[in-house]
Structures are given as structure tokens and as C-alpha cells.
């Protein structure tokens, strides 16, 4: 029904900035969220950021106020604007849409793309 694709991971330098994206392919209901996991190479994937179908947002304390995650609702799109980032924002990211239909959420990831931050 739905495919997510997340693009834009690379290596940047400490103090640079990133701007990932992630769209998704099919139908998206009127109530949903986006989200912006991470996965660093030892630990556990954790979420990161999170946009709701009313624009609210929320940030984990360790990216708050470096991090910005906007939605295009035209382009069935996310991004999550990264800036200011170092070593330790190295991992996997991923997005995910949570879409409720009737009674029923489905939930969708994209593959992952890898931020590498080193010098």
C-alpha cells in the first residue's frame, strides 16, 4: 500500500550540517505521523523526532534545537534538517509513517540511510 524511501545520508565534517529526506509513495491518511529514528553502530535505534498530521513536532533532548523536522503534505514528503552535528550523530536513520485508517494504524519504514560525522 505504502513505500517510504529516505534519502540524503553522506559523511560531513564535525560542525556541518545535513538535511535528510524521506518520501513516501502511496496513499496517506488524514492522520498520521512521521517520524525520524536513528540507530548507532553498538546501541539500539531510538526515536528521534516526530511530525503529527496537525504539525505538531517533537525532539529527543539530544537533538533539540539542532534539529528540524518539516513536512511538504503536497510532495508526501519529510525532511529532518540536521546542523551543528558531531561524531556522536553518527548512525543509521530511518523514517517511519504511523497512518491511521478507520480503527487501524499501519506503520511503514524506509530503508535507512547512513550519516557518517567524522574529519
Known amino acids: 500500500q505504502v513505500q517510504l524511501w529516505d534519502f540524503g545520508g553522506d559523511l560531513v565534517q564535525p560542525g556541518g550540517s545535513l538535511t535528510l529526506s524521506c518520501r513516501a509513495d502511496g496513499k496517506i491518511s488524514s492522520i498520521y505521523e512521521f517520524a525520524w529514528y536513528r540507530q548507532p553502530p553498538g546501541s539500539q535505534r531510538d526515536r528521534i523526532a516526530r511530525?503529527?498530521?496537525?504539525?505538531?513536532?517533537q525532539y529527543t533532548d539530544s537533538v533539540k534545537g539542532r534539529f528540524t523536522i518539516s513536512r511538504d503534505n503536497a510532495k508526501n514528503m519529510v525532511a529532518l534538517q540536521m546542523n551543528n552535528l558531531s561524531p556522536e550523530d553518527t548512525a543509521v536513520y530511518s523514517c517511519?509513517?504511523?497512518?491511521?485508517?478507520?480503527?487501524?494504524?499501519?506503520?511503514?519504514w524506509g530503508q535507512g540511510t547512513q550519516v557518517t560525522v567524522s574529519s
Open positions: 511530525i503529527t498530521s496537525d504539525g505538531t513536532t
Open positions: 517511519k509513517l504511523s497512518m491511521t485508517e478507520g480503527l487501524v494504524t499501519a506503520h511503514f
